[in-house]
């Protein structure tokens, strides 16, 4: 009961924070400098050029009604028509979404796997070079922003020694036979390895350049909470029974040792999404990064709206399956 | 059941299909196909209206997909393209066109002159969004006769044909489009241009095949993909790895650097796009010994040496040589000396210094910033003292269409007809939303020249123009830019003076 009560509580708040983002990006892209007209304006535009394209795009109006206009069609699903793409801005939205939570997920993967691997050195190999090593490596991961990770795995990995595809998400010459955009996943579902590959091969360095600060973040968390953990009476009742160190941490400390991980991990996971708003545009990768870079140049408001509502949406349905999941994990919570 | 040994046995194979698919393609193929690094992500399909359709760097891509009116040959001359004739009648009453027989949309179907009166009828109509409206309007009431058109003309525009070859001056097909609609032409364009779309994926790359029916010929490369790729380190990275055969807008000490490496060459070419400060008569630019003082006092020679390697042309009317309008007589020198006795004329020196702001963006262009930051040091040599203020260019249309820019202002201007009229005519004009300058005088030299039917008279009238800003000091010419082009050597690259960079002007290296 406890826990659909806190559900319940937590959407409604979603719903609330999600209109504010509304009204706040609403009103700050349109008080902020820049307008699409004054940028589609051709040579000799008259006063009159001008007010009909201003009227063609509703622009008009008060910001008030334009808000309530555009409000009334979203609450009908209807997010408006991109300017610069002449789009129905959700089918456009989420016809992206696909790319970006694949790229997004699979630099999760690799920033867990990463992060749990060196906090697992570091504290199996405590107070050795090995620890201070890893302090090192977490160092330069996280002190490095993603962006010039990108540059540096373009200028490695992609230039001097071209190992992966440096732009785009799959090449141009494969026909895909999919249904969905999610095409890491369909192409698993439909043993189109071929594919998989030719998507890793260009997800690869992008993802990487994502993890590797959040893998930092990672390590250092949960080797702090390890350290913690093995400590306890159970662990070290484990050891006395004669498992290896290894073992022990894996199998005894690593579990209680990643709660509260999750919990960063999924506040961390928000920021490694909006990371993506440059990552996508140096690889050239077709998610909602790169769209809403084009959208903000443009000026593309429904656009930039749009974005910008599904990426709220997005985070806060993130930490809403975090606290869930957490209280799942966590026993005090779940029978409290 | 899947074993540990399965596992690691496929693990393998899957390690090693990852690797052979990132093997380099520093040997480029020389064959039908061509992949290009394009700058800039394509919007969208319809040429005619909307925001892309006023964006000079992707009519590249558009002319490769559709015919213009009239087509534009690599100088910016106006040569025949689906209109093989064109022209006015003796009193600039009617205008009377003739259509290219044996042309073929994509789908195979021909082009009619149906579907140009089609298309010419729906630019000029308020409703479409057409952005050059204002010139397709002035012309209607369309007949047809066999293969010839002839229209009315509603008010004279001498620049009629040049549009016509310029920004939303394509021809579309009426018959698809009216049957799929504006959505769905958007997802599957059909054209009569050198090649059709075979898949485009939006912000990512376009594939396009050759249109073996093109009545001018097929092109060399029979499958071309372009790729988007917006940054410019990624672009340099995609033809330094063998990735993509042709990039162009990159840094020019890359440009420099890529040329020289095997595999590789590379070309420059003025294009129709200038770097210029755009002067607000408003204070202290009231004052002419101001203005005048802050065109004399930079070096643009220096500038192009030092911060664009040496690529750029120094210029200073609003015309570059290629324009029908560039007068070599018209000289605003380099002259310090000058400029500080017209600063002393109104009582400032370096003590005293006159201060106004000057606007820029930052990375739009090459080295933006810095030429201003340059410009500000020699400025401050005689006596002006200018704060900068960086500002993003969405910022900057909205402020030059309020006319509330600073007294000074960068920007720079394309105008691939090469005519005055889109150069110094509506950045000159006061009441055009793209001037600042509201002088009387500039006005009523303009004015008369926007009708005139004598293009002798019209070219001639806008040299006095120039001639007068010049004297002036209204607005200051900065210089040319230049276009570099890397592309691999088993590819021939004719650059177009537009800068529009088109697939149909490569070929396999011969």
Known sequence: ?336 | MLTRRDLMKRGAAGAALVSTAGLPLRAFAQGDDLTIAYNVNLPSFDPTVGLSAVNPTIQGIYQSVFDQYIAQAPNLDLVPGLLTEWGWNDDRSKIEMSVREGATWHDGSPVTPEDVVWSLERAGNPDTGNPIQFVWGKIGNFSIDGNTIAADVKEFEPTLFKWMGFLTGYVLPKAYYESVGAEGFENAPVGSGPYKVVQFERNAFLRLEAHDGYWGGAPAFKSVVIKFVPDATSRVAEIDSGKSHVVFDIPYEEFDRLKAKPGLKGVTTPVSDIAMIFINDVEPMTDKNVRLAASHAIDKQLLIDRLLNGYGVKIDTLQTPEYDAYDPSISVPYDPDKATELLAASGYSTDNPVSFKIQTTRGFKPKDFEMIQAIVGMWRKVGIEAEIEVYEIAKHFELRAADTLAPAAFYNWGNSIGDPSTSTGFAMFGPSPHSVWDGEDIMGMIGPLWGEPDEEKRIAGYKAVDKHIAEQGAVIPLLQYVQPIVFADSVDVTPHVSGAVQPNLMKPAG
Not at chain 1, 10 to 22: D, H, N, Q
Not at chain 1, 189 to 211: C, E, G, Y
């Open chain 1, 1 to 336: 009961m406890n826990i659909l009560r806190a559900i319940a509580t937590r959407i409604a708040t979603t719903l609330v924070t999600l209109f504010g983002v509304a009204v706040i990006v609403f009103v700050v892209i349109r008080v902020a400098p820049g307008n699409p007209i004054a940028m589609m304006l051709p040579p000799g535009a008259s006063e009159e050029d001008i007010a009909r394209l201003t009227a063609l795009y509703g622009l008009d109006r008060s910001i008030p009604e334009q808000f309530v206009i555009w409000l009334g069609g979203v609450l009908q699903g209807d997010f408006g028509t991109s300017i610069s793409l002449r789009q129905n801005v959700l089918t456009i939205v989420l016809g992206r979404l696909p790319a970006t939570l694949e790229l997004s997920l699979l630099a999760l993967g690799i920033a867990i796997v990463l992060g749990a691997a060196l906090a697992f050195v570091a504290t199996r190999w405590r107070e050795t070079p090995a620890e201070a090593g890893v302090d090192v490596v977490n160092g330069i991961a996280l002190s490095v922003p993603d962006f010039l990770w990108g540059l540096a795995l373009i200028l490695t990995l992609g230039v001097a020694w071209p190992i992966f595809e440096i732009s785009g998400r799959v090449s141009p010459t494969l026909d895909l036979p999919f249904v969905t955009q999610f095409y890491l996943v369909e192409s698993l579902l439909r043993l189109r390895l071929d594919i998989t590959l030719n998507l890793l091969d260009h997800m690869i360095m992008p993802a990487v350049a994502l993890a590797l600060p959040l893998a930092a973040v990672i390590a250092q968390l949960l080797k702090a909470s390890l350290k913690e953990t093995i400590r306890q009476d159970y662990v070290m009742l484990a050891r006395t029974k004669g498992f290896s160190e290894s073992r022990v941490i894996l199998h005894d400390a690593m579990r209680n040792a990643l709660l509260p991980t999750l919990t960063l991990t999924g506040v961390q996971l928000t920021f490694l999404i909006g990371g993506t708003v440059i990552i996508e545009r140096i690889f050239s990768y077709e998610g909602l990064g790169n769209l809403a870079i084009d959208a903000v140049i443009n000026r593309d408001l429904p656009l930039i709206q749009g974005i910008v509502i599904l990426f709220a949406v997005l985070f806060v349905g993130i930490n809403l399956a975090i606290d869930l999941l957490y209280a799942i994990l966590n026993p005090r919570l779940r029978h409290g």
